[in-house]
């Protein structure tokens, strides 16, 4: 039963383009949703997180839009760069994460310049 | 510069071995986790600690046990190895309360 599911599972953008990921969940349980982004021979590192007490979050070129009644939330890059390029999860929780996140498949995005 | 610390990058080990993966934080965090990313399937759970000699079972952990006997030492022990087990390993920690997690660079591990 996978309870996040991440779409698409790759995605090509123009340099200068918006980057958009999409996740939904089922457990409306989950009160914290972060995105995690990873480059090739490293851990995943946070990029963003979001509560469901707002419906949007941004920091910088990054902005995460939730909606708590559809059960989804996506993330945004504008002005994408090719140093964006890397492996984006979505992922969810109970509890601030206390007990573990529960991850997206992942989204390889690919930045063309 | 706070970190994460996975002891081996790649490791590889026979069939019925037992094997031992070790992380280290520095930032003095309370919870710590244990994950194992396969391709297309994202990152699992296999088990998580909220304190020194805490464990929790996650998602997955069948053929698994961990070891916190330090708060910034949580071990990862591969009973008897197979190859279904082959895979990449991914260390975090977390502080108490609220905040991300760190994670570590990972140890890719192949059974053969």
């Known amino acids: 039963q996978q309870q996040v599911k991440q779409s698409p599972q790759s995605l090509i953008v123009q340099k200068g383009g918006i980057s958009i990921i999409n996740c939904a969940y089922e457990?409306?349980?989950?009160?914290?949703f972060p995105w995690y982004q990873q480059f090739p021979g490293k851990g995943p590192a946070l990029l963003i997180a979001?509560?469901?007490?707002?419906s949007e979050k941004k920091e910088g070129r990054f902005t995460i839009s939730f909606n708590k009644s559809a059960k989804q939330f996506s993330l945004h890059i504008m002005d994408s760069q090719p140093g964006d390029s890397a492996t984006y999860f979505c992922?969810?929780?109970?509890?601030?994460?206390?007990?573990?996140?529960?991850f997206g498949k992942g989204t390889h995005l690919i930045i063309q310049p | 510069d706070v970190k994460v610390t996975q002891s081996s990058r790649y490791l590889v080990k026979r069939t019925g071995e037992k094997v031992f993966l070790e992380c280290v934080q520095d930032?003095?965090?309370?919870?710590m986790f244990w994950y194992r990313q396969d391709p297309g399937l994202g990152l699992r759970l296999i088990y998580f600690?909220?304190?020194?000699?805490?464990?929790e079972k996650g998602d997955i952990p069948e053929g698994y046990s961990v070891s916190r006997e330090k708060k910034e030492r949580f071990s990862l022990i591969l009973e008897s190895a197979s190859t279904n087990q082959t895979s990449m390993y991914l260390c975090?920690?977390?502080?108490?309360?609220?905040?991300?997690?760190?994670f570590g660079s990972g140890t890719r591990l192949t059974v053969v």
């Open positions: 975090a920690s977390r502080p108490q309360g609220d905040g991300g997690y760190t």
């Open positions: 457990n409306t349980a989950f009160d914290y």
């Open positions: 979001i509560r469901p007490d707002v």
């Open positions: 992922a969810a929780s109970y509890r601030g994460g206390a007990d573990g996140l529960t």
């Open positions: 930032m003095d965090h309370e919870n």
């Open positions: 600690s909220y304190d020194v000699k805490m464990k």
